[in-house]
């Protein structure tokens, strides 16, 4: 964590040491001397903090580097917040104008005496870091780097006890892998496991190499475990001395000489002419695998490597060949979790009933990792069976039970290798996540905008903060350190979250750093200097949080009592100037307190799903905001001052209902000049019911997602703002009421390269022939579109190259649909919704050959099943939804004997469901 800190940091000092000096003054050698010397002490974090658990003295340390980092940043902002209020641009503006305008010197020369007692302290911790340096980097440098591979060892080793406990859920998964190691392919293939931690890629991969038949096709064989230490020189002499000894031979002496290149020929020419198996287990980084692929002859005789990594990147660099196969490590179903849970607790398949409910949840926070419920087990397994009790206090102390000083050390151990790997910016990304409650679905959207709020994400040119904070979850991602709960069918993350185990490891560590609080109803005054709080069902006094003046962002998930204004304005009468986040979805609050907008830090405001009704003038005071979500609000219009926040990147209002006139989604109305928010990237559910708005939209450039709302029947305005917004990712278009026609058709068409999600609401004579043009779109939704030709849909759209997912609801009128030869080569899913009048579907040969989820929901008319159907071979999915009797009937009651039943019965998952009151009641066949 030091090391994320002060990585974070010295971002910050380098932004501001890059602007206009004569606003520093005299203070600007004192920050460049800071920025200096953290630099030289950050190269050493990384290795500091792996050690640190078994060096009380380093531990210290760190905790001073932390400390003095905190305490920097929180100078520089105050710095910020003083002398640069009132500046819309703060230092990115003529800067020195700000200098001559200064008059509380007083207010200077306290920050400059704070800096320069920062600079004495750094200048402690870098003499003492020095001393550290000899130590661990001369004088121990043999030692420390031999425990650490030892380490690595025992952790891969303690991988493979698994089998203590008869690891259930393996024999799939281990014929497979064979399956593709002995096909007749004769030459190099490369044959990657990949998942998180503790999932038991080792101990698959072992029974594979294991395995009578694989030992049998090969004449040699190797396992190495690269670990993220490995040294190359060290890989290859290791793998030499299995060749030789394999063979009974001794190792040559000429080899203990040899430098790499020259070891890497030696065994090129020992295996050139061999069928050859090696294992490369746990390897961390492309650079590994590159290194050690040099050393591998392929002579187009059948050899195999297995590799197995954490990493996805990893397995998808080593797989390019055309035969290489990855192999996605997937949890223990529930029943496989029992099984091998009753087995390592119970010594059998059975759990004592007094103990199955909270064996249950015990295991269930366990998410179907192997390497937990051999832990937990064996933790449980010494437990008196009579005493609940003490099974109850696991489950509770959970997070105790796996810190550190308990028997599930060794999870922690291993998933802390993937925490420690990291690079800084992520490890204060993921962090981060621990303000989260357990199981609790993060939007990813949100999260990223967070990210970019607080500073973590770093700036580059030319691309734009979104894309890197992307980045950096589908880093995270590809890390198996998150994982991803929902997403569209165009791919677009939605929801992602953590594994109880990793987030419990991260809760710990943000605890320890003093990086994140969380204040739940046992909560008992935390730090004094809390960075990050999450509330969650908190109903105590406000007070509690008055003095917290180091705070950077506030989180609530809801309250057991509504969060009313006056709690929020107690909340905040400690005046936490620093606030860059403050997150408030949920909260029952009838206003906005005043003292939100004294808050000259703030960059990110959700006020979604609250009571709020107006947005004050005020709003205009927080030149520095980035991000306002107001969505399920009240707020029906944005004040003019909204457009002096010049920093928003994103701009969300509006929901869904039934109000008025507005048949569906409702919006919010912008003023005039909106355009002038260049730097929005995200704006959804703006009322355009007037040219001159429609106008203004064509100036946001930047734009990638956009909601329209209460459209008029002439389009064409904005058709033409549509072909400047070339960055756009998804669109969507609702014109003003049910029986409005959108007109949008034109005779240039807007190119939408990057377009990936359509949705268009209204009525059309026609689909508009520049949607036909879109070769990225991979979704498109029509509702009530009312189109009386099978042609518009099934002709017109079938030639979208990339479409994978489509619905029509509302949108045909007739009683034929024909999805025709060759058409929609790529859709997945098509969803055929309340169309009222449609009695047969019909699919030809060849039509729609990567289906794989068919839905007919409120068709009422239809009473036969889909013709062709029989065509869709990869169909994983048929359901029936609010159909009419007959049909619902048939399919309920197939006659085992009839062609029905022969098609039906081909595909894994049929089912059927109605409406009861507001329960959805399916029914699988």
């Known amino acids: 964590m030091a090391e994320s800190v002060v990585g974070f940091l010295i971002k910050q000092l380098s932004t501001l040491l ?34 640190e658990d078994n060096d009380s003295q380093l531990q210290e340390w760190l905790k001073q580097v932390r400390e003095v980092a905190y305490d920097t940043e929180d100078v520089l902002d105050d710095f910020t917040f003083r002398f640069a209020r009132g500046y819309k641009d703060g230092f990115c503006g003529k800067v020195g104008k700000i200098y001559n305008s200064i008059k509380n010197l007083k207010a200077r020369h306290q920050i400059s005496l704070e800096i320069k007692d920062i600079k004495g302290r750094v200048g402690e911790i870098s003499a003492r870091h020095q001393r550290y340096q000899f130590l661990y980097g001369t004088q121990e440098r043999g030692f420390s780097t031999s425990r650490q591979v030892n380490a ?133 980084s492309i650079d590994a695998w590159e290194a050690i692929k040099c050393v591998l002859p392929d002579c187009n005789i059948t050899s195999r490597v297995v590799l197995t990594t954490r990493i996805a990147d990893v397995a998808s660099a080593s797989c ?49 990792l192997p390497l937990a419920i051999v832990a937990v087990g064996g933790v449980l397994a010494l437990k008196d069976k009579e005493k609940t009790d003490e099974w109850e206090m696991i489950l509770h102390d959970f997070g105790g039970e796996a810190d550190g000083s308990g028997k599930l050390d060794r999870i922690k151990r291993v998933l802390l290798l993937s925490y420690n ?33 607080l500073g973590f994400v770093e700036e580059k040119e030319r691309i734009t903060s979104t894309d890197i904070a992307m980045r950096y979850m589908k880093e995270l991602i590809n890390r198996s350190l998150i994982q991803v709960k929902s997403s569209f069918a165009e791919g677009r993350l939605v929801t992602c979250g953590l594994h109880d185990f990793l987030r419990e490891i991260i809760v710990s560590k943000s605890k320890e ?97 609250t009571g709020v009704k107006i947005i ?42 039934d109000y008025s006139n507005e048949y569906a989604i409702w919006g919010c109305k912008c003023p005039f000049g909106i355009g002038k928010l260049i730097c929005l990237e995200n704006l959804t559910n703006i009322e355009a019911d007037s040219d001159t708005i429609v106008r203004e939209i064509g100036k946001l450039i930047q734009l990638r997602r956009l909601s329209i709302t209460k459209l008029r029947r002439d389009g064409q305005e904005l058709l033409s703002s549509l072909l400047r917004l070339t960055n756009l990712r998804e669109l969507v278009i609702s014109c003003i009421k049910e029986d409005e026609t959108l007109d949008l058709q034109h005779s240039v068409f807007p190119k939408h390269e990057f377009l990936i999600r359509l949705k268009l609401k209204g009525r059309l004579e026609r689909v508009p022939q520049w949607v036909t043009s879109l070769q990225s779109l991979r979704t498109l939704m029509l509702f009530n579109s009312r189109l009386r030709e099978d042609e518009n849909i099934t002709g017109s759209l079938g030639h979208l190259p990339n ?67 029989q065509t869709l071979t990869g169909l994983q999915f048929l359901g029936f939804f609010d159909m009419s009797d007959e049909l619902m009937h048939k399919v309920q009651n197939l006659d085992k004997q009839s062609a029905d039943y022969q098609i039906i019965s081909q595909i894994p998952e049929v089912c059927t469901g109605y409406w009861i009151s507001d329960r959805w009641e399916p029914k699988f066949l």
Not at 424 to 451: A, F
Not at 572 to 597: M, N
């Open 421 to 453: 790997d990291l690079p800084h910016y992520l490890k204060i990304c993921l962090l981060y996540l621990s303000i989260y409650p357990e199981d609790y679905p993060i939007d990813v959207d949100d999260i990223i905008l967070k990210w970019i709020a």
């Open 152 to 284: 690595d060892f025992d952790i891969r080793s303690q991988s493979l006890l698994i089998e203590e406990a008869r690891l259930v859920g393996i024999d799939k998964p281990k014929a497979e892998l064979i399956s593709k190691i002995l096909d007749d392919h004769s030459q190099l293939k490369v044959v990657s496991v990949v998942g998180m931690g503790g999932l038991g890629k080792t101990t698959l991969v072992k029974k594979v190499y294991d395995d009578a038949a694989v030992k049998k096709q090969f004449q040699s064989h190797a396992w190495i475990t690269v670990s993220q230490n490995f040294q190359l020189n060290d890989i290859i002499k290791n793998l030499i001395q299995q060749l030789f000894n394999e063979i009974r031979q001794l190792v040559p002496r000429r080899v203990e000489s040899m430098d790499v290149l020259m070891l890497s020929e030696f065994v090129k020419d020992f295996l050139q002419e061999k069928r050859y198996i090696l294992v490369l287990d746990d390897v961390w």
């Open 803 to 869: 479409l994978v997912l489509l619905t029509l609801y509302c949108a045909y009128e007739g009683e034929t649909l024909c999805f025709k030869v060759g058409g929609f080569r790529k859709l997945q899913r098509l969803e055929l919704m309340q169309l009222k009048r449609l009695k047969w579907v019909t699919v030809e040969e060849e039509s729609m050959p990567s289906l794989k989820n068919l839905q007919l929901i409120g068709c009422k008319l239809m009473q036969e099943l889909p013709s062709g159907i």
């Open 513 to 609: 750093q003093d990086f994140t609080t969380v204040a739940t109803r046992y909560y008992t005054r935390g730090p004094k200097n809390v960075r990050h709080l999450a509330i969650h069902n908190f109903t105590d006094d406000p007070q509690e949080f008055s003095s917290l003046k180091c705070l950077r962002s506030v989180v609530i998930f809801g309250y057991e009592d509504p969060l009313t204004t006056t709690f929020l304005s107690e909340f905040l009468s400690g005046d936490p100037k620093l606030l860059k986040v403050l997150d408030l979805h949920g909260a029952e609050l009838d206003s906005i307190p005043k003292q939100v907008f004294k808050l000259f830090h703030l960059r990110y405001l959700n006020l979604a799903r």
């Open 616 to 657: 004050p003038k005020s709003i205009g005071k927080l030149q520095n905001l980035e991000a306002i979500n107001l969505e399920g609000t009240n707020v029906t219009e944005l004040p003019v001052e909204i457009l002096n926040l010049r920093k928003l990147r994103s701009l969300s209002f509006g929901g869904w209902g």
């Open 18 to 51: 890059s602007q206009e000096i004569t606003l520093l003054g005299g203070l600007k050698s004192d920050v460049q001397f800071i920025k200096d010397e953290l630099g030289s002490i950050k190269t050493f974090l990384k290795e500091a903090e792996a050690k």
């Open 320 to 368: 390019l060949g055309s035969l290489d196969f990855i192999y996605k490590m997937k949890p223990l179903t529930d029943k496989e979790s029992w099984t091998l849970f009753c087995n390592r607790t119970f010594q059998s398949n059975d759990c004592p009933p007094n103990l199955e409910e909270v064996a249950k949840k015990i295991l269930k926070k366990c998410e179907g």
